[in-house]
């Protein structure tokens, strides 16, 4: 059987080979970082799926910002709008009957990339109302006045 001083010889080294009297000794570079803080990050900057933004995008941006510096250009067209008057943004409605998001910036905050995630139970009903009515009917689409949903 090798002992913890034949392996260093033999040049393997490695600790787990050496038993547990040497895999006691901690590694002094390990030991110093696991010292050092953990800075610790926004929500969405932790979660690199939860925001991108698009400083390229011919159209950014879309719509004023509000000063900030972190605008989520992943929910670019808003998977709210579809609730029509109970998606909770800033909205307002045009003589025409269409919603007028534009001054809105609820799915472009980072912050709120949860509570939009939490919503697509609303977002999938409202879809399936809208599939399972019969187009004889007669009854409009969800989602509130002037939805878009089955104009196109």
Known sequence: MSTPTDMAASGTGRS???GPAAREQPNPAEAAAAKQPVPV???AAA???AYFCNKECEYFPCH???GREEFNCLFCYCPLYVLGRNCGGDFRYLPNGR???SGCLFPHLPE??????RRYGEIADVMNRNENAAPSSGRKPEGGAGSELGKY
């Not at 709120?112 to 995630?117: F, S």
Request: hydrophobic share 25%; charged share 35%.
């Open 64 to 66: 004023p910002t509000g």
């Open 47 to 49: 979660r690199h799926y």
């Open 41 to 43: 990050k926004p929500a």
């Open 112 to 117: 709120n990339y949860d509570a939009i995630i």
């Open 16 to 18: 787990e080979d050496a």
């Open 99 to 101: 919603k007028d998001c």
